[in-house]
């Protein structure tokens, strides 16, 4: 489970899906359908701490055994992996969702060189970070070698505020950080939108997101972002997003209940 860092570093188109509900059976399930990854957030999601363990176990349950099958397809498994979209940069959540066993972090509201740089502190062992020894469940699955953890597990800093946008380019430069993320919502908010998806600041949110992935890919840092569906997901990835996010598991719940419902009574 340790080659989605070098995957994500290396660049690779990746695509992955978005968990808000402490429901640790769909989660398992939807880690099976052969997303890459798969983001508990524990920022605005509905997730206590043992929720984020209950849910990075699920999602290893997923890929547990060589013979799995990736559902809609006969295909084995693939080693889908679980990050967390912690709830601040601090190091107490930072370490604590790796020691869960989580394969990285998305760390919020990062607004310059020295906010990137503390997450990256918080996430890494001494002497390069100032993560508190203590894999709780990531030495079992990850490893209990520091080193060899620092390695495995990934760093993505969220652009998503006024000022991320402006120190864009001195946050991909980051030492240690493996890549960022658009978080396009409040990247509309600070941009001037009076809702996410504003159409009065369109032209505006489509340069700043063609200016985040120009920056990143001339770092050599992974870009990634949040999509509301399949579609827009790989439009993104086509326009030099390497790693994209599709919707999240309350959204498609009630979306796939309505379109039911209005079956139903056509």
């Known amino acids: 489970m340790t080659n989605f860092a070098a995957r994500l570093r290396a660049r690779e188109q990746l695509v992955g899906y978005w968990v808000v509900l402490d429901a640790p059976p769909s989660t398992e399930r939807i880690a099976r ?3 890459d990854y798969v983001v508990l957030d524990a920022q605005h ?10 849910g ?5 349950a997923a890929g547990a055994g060589r013979g799995a099958v990736r559902i809609g397809s006969d295909a084995e498994a693939s080693a889908t992996v679980g990050l967390v ?25 990062v607004d310059n060189a020295e906010d990137a740089a503390f997450a990256v502190r918080a996430a890494k062992y001494p002497p390069s970070g100032i993560r ?23 760093v993505l800093a969220m652009i998503e505020t006024a000022s991320g946008l402006e120190n864009v380019e001195e946050i991909c430069a980051t030492p240690g950080l493996d890549g960022i993320y658009v978080g396009p919502s409040d990247l509309c908010l600070a941009i001037g939108g009076k809702f996410p998806g504003d159409p009065d600041v369109a032209e505006e949110f489509e340069a700043a997101i063609k200016r985040i ?52 009574k056509s």
Do not use: C, F, M
């Open 213 to 264: 992935a120009e920056v990143a890919a001339a770092a050599g840092v992974a870009a990634g972002i949040h999509n509301n569906d399949g579609a827009s997901a790989k439009a993104r990835l086509a326009q030099g997003y390497t790693y994209a996010t599709v919707s999240s598991d309350i959204d498609h719940l009630q979306g796939i209940a309505a379109e039911h419902l209005a079956v139903v």
């Open 33 to 35: 359908v052969g997303y």
């Open 45 to 54: 999601g509905l997730l206590s701490t043992r929720g984020i363990l209950d």
């Open 85 to 109: 979209r912690v709830e601040a940069n601090n190091a107490t959540p930072i370490g604590r969702a790796l020691d869960a066993g989580a394969t990285g972090v998305i760390v919020p509201l």
């Open 132 to 154: 508190s020894y203590g894999p709780t469940r990531a030495g079992l699955r990850i490893g209990p070698v520091p080193a060899e953890s620092d390695a495995a597990t990934v």
């Open 56 to 60: 990075l176990t699920a999602i290893d």
